[in-house]
């Protein structure tokens, strides 16, 4: 049973910058693509970021330019580097595997205010 545990939220003015982490738990965490998700008030839950085995990178839109993600297979671990947030990046933001999806985390809140 996978399990995801995210860090690194906070508040954050706008233009600041904020690291989010997760650790995975649970099985063969180096042969999966691993994905950055966020769900903002009243709105869907969208995938934001994912970082394949291969190295195969997707950035949705909204975040291009402005969010790094990253992986430590050896630490089992996923990293989103977030700059130059904006007010609209405020939102509760989770990881999962985009190709197998768990059961979701707790998620770390991000807000971006002045």
């Known amino acids: 049973q996978v399990q995801f545990a995210e860090s690194g939220g906070g508040l954050v003015q706008p233009g600041g910058s904020l690291r989010l982490s997760c650790v995975v738990s649970?099985?063969?965490?180096?042969?999966?693509?691993m994905g950055w998700y966020r769900q903002a008030p009243g709105k869907q839950r969208e995938l934001v970021a994912s970082?394949?085995?291969?190295?195969?990178?997707f950035y949705g839109d909204s975040v291009k330019g402005r969010f790094t993600i990253s992986r430590d297979n050896a630490k089992n671990t996923v990293t989103l580097q977030m700059n130059m947030l904006r007010p609209e990046d405020t939102a509760v933001y989770y990881c999962?595997?985009?190709?197998?999806?768990?059961?979701w985390g707790q998620g770390t809140q991000v807000t971006v205010s002045a």
């Open positions: 970082l394949s085995l291969g190295g195969n990178i």
């Open positions: 999962n595997r985009p190709n197998l999806l768990g059961d």
């Open positions: 649970g099985p063969f965490f180096s042969i999966h693509t």
